[in-house]
Each structure stands twice: as C-alpha cells, then as structure tokens.
C-alpha cells in the first residue's frame, strides 16, 4: 500500500509563501493523479489541485494563479507551491491519488499551514 506523509507547514503572514512536500513511501511513476487537498475545522475536506503523470494540471478557483503543483518521478514526491498566502488558506493540507472514485492512500496526518498576523 502507499503511504503519504506531507511536510513544509507552518504559520506565515498574509501574502507570504510556503513550499509544501508530498513524500511517497513507494514509486508515484505509474500513478496518473495526484493531488493536494485541505481541510478547515468544521469544513470539508476540499480539493486544491491535481497533476498528471504527464504535468497537466487543475486547481481549485480560489488558488489558482498563487499556487502552483508538481511532482518529481524520481524523487516520489509532490510539491505545492503556494504564494500570495490569505487567512482563508489556513487548513490542514493533505496529498493524495485520486482512483476512480475513492483514493490509493490514506488521509494520514498531513501538514498544517495558518496563515495570520
């Protein structure tokens, strides 16, 4: 099975960034999405972005042009890079690979990011 831990979190100012770090315990090579996620108290779990085994790319409207999602075959990794930081991003962040209609990991304990002055 394939485990996730995500890293990188921590508490920025407003308009900050942060690089966020998706760790695979085994080979994402053969994965065709992953994708990041977050979560608020007392709100769902929402979807942030996704990528593809060949780079294409989506995200949630409310991050779209200050974040930005990639992966490293290689390395096993995932990445978000997240600029131009607000309060409302401060969640519980997870990675994750979508397949079919559930996921090949997981939630684990993911990596949390507050945002505030």
């Known amino acids: 099975q394939v485990q996730f831990v995500e890293s990188g979190g921590g508490l920025v100012q407003p308009g900050g960034s942060l690089r966020l770090s998706c760790a695979a315990s085994?080979?994402?090579?053969?994965?065709?999405?992953m994708g990041w996620y977050r979560q608020a108290p007392g709100k769902q779990r929402e979807l942030v972005a996704v990528i593809t085994s060949n780079s294409m790319t989506n995200y949630a409207d409310s991050v779209k042009g200050r974040f930005t999602i990639s992966r490293d075959n290689d390395k096993n990794t995932v990445y978000l890079q997240m600029n131009s930081l607000r309060p409302e991003d401060t969640a519980v962040y997870y990675c994750?690979?979508?397949?079919?209609?559930?996921?090949?990991?997981?939630w684990g304990q993911g990596t949390q990011v507050t945002v505030s002055l």
């Open positions: 994750n690979a979508p397949y079919g209609s559930t996921w090949l990991g997981d």
């Open positions: 085994g080979s994402i090579f053969s994965i065709y999405v």
